[in-house]
């Protein structure tokens, strides 16, 4: 009994299902092609919630945790790939990805609770399309791309491609996520997050993540993505000239009004819009302060 309303068995279990485990790749997509209502198993942070709930009722379930080859993050020069199986807490974990793009770190240091970032993939946060998780507005703002697959053959989604509307991407039903690329932290660059939620582990009411250029101490380039504000992922390209309170608080003002706030049970789009105004303005001080310290500390490291 829960506020008065009995809740019965099929009301916390999940519809009626076939379930494969594939053992290859093509086994995968054979499967995921001969079903239109298949959907992919892979961390099932997102997905299995929403089955209890039947909020999402497949046909079948293609779990792909036995595939090979699809767990090991690749860091270069380029940037981070990081593939369909690779757990967000092995992610948050990686020297590697912290030192050539930053702000991936910064970003799932918020994600829900450890437990849910054990089991939770990064890809499964992409695909999932929430525009109130952190990472595909980290993987928006940075230009990124998610590679997917089906028996047609491989394709590349750019990520200002990939978020068709709230929880929807533009994958067909017939493609597996393969990996993301998250390109690198290039040089004279700075990256900060923020973010508020009423309690920790909750989603955000709002996010902002910010990507600063600087040379010679002065401003060429700024963007800012925000999370649980719209309901897609949005990034915005601002002029900026200087980090003064005055020129952060026009652009933070100019960032605001090229937004289309949403209101819930959680927060008002008002609210989301004030709190989208305070934070850009502490993200992108903070990005600037990040950038020239990166350029110091590349300057010091180049002294003979």
């Known amino acids: 009994m829960t506020n008065g309303t009995t809740l019965t068995r099929s009301d916390v279990k999940p ?40 909020l ?14 699809l767990d090991n993050v690749v860091v270069s020069a380029e940037g981070v790939h990081i593939p369909a199986l690779a757990r967000q807490s092995d992610v948050l974990a990686s020297p590697e990805v912290r030192r050539v793009q ?14 849910i970032r054990n089991r939770g993939t990064v890809v499964g946060s992409l695909v999932h399309a929430d525009a109130a998780a952190e990472l595909p507005t980290v ?12 028996l047609a053959g491989p394709r590349d989604i750019p990520a200002d491609e990939l978020f068709a509307g709230p929880l929807e991407s533009t994958l067909r039903h017939d493609e597996i996520a393969l990996r993301a690329f998250f390109p690198a932290l290039a040089a004279g660059e700075g990256v900060a997050f ?10 955000a009411m709002c996010g902002v993540a910010a990507l600063v250029r600087v040379e010679d101490d002065r401003v060429t380039a700024a963007w800012v993505g925000y999370l649980s504000v719209c309901d897609v992922p949005t990034v915005v390209d601002l002029s900026l000239d200087d980090v003064g309170d005055d020129a952060l608080a026009a652009a933070a003002d100019v960032a605001v009004a090229r937004l289309d706030p949403v209101g819930d049970i959680h ?23 990040d950038a020239q310290a ?3 500390a590349g300057r010091a490291e180049a002294r003979p």
């Open 56 to 69: 999402a009722a497949p046909t079948t379930l293609v779990d792909i945790n036995g595939l090979p080859g």
């Open 102 to 115: 930053p702000l991936l770190g910064l970003a799932l240091s918020h994600v829900a609770h450890a437990t």
């Open 194 to 203: 923020a973010e508020l939620a009423r309690r920790h582990g909750d989603y």
């Open 139 to 150: 993987l928006a703002l940075l230009g990124g791309h998610l590679r997917v697959a089906s």
């Open 294 to 296: 990166r350029v110091r």
């Open 267 to 289: 927060a008002g789009a008002d609210y989301r819009a004030h709190l989208a105004r305070v934070l850009t303005v502490r993200v992108l001080r903070s990005a600037y302060d």
């Open 15 to 54: 519809a009626p299902f076939g379930f494969v485990r594939p053992q290859g790749l093509q086994h995968a997509l054979e499967a995921l092609a001969a079903d239109e209502g298949a959907k992919v198993l892979a961390g099932g942070q997102s997905l299995v919630p929403l089955l209890n709930m039947r």
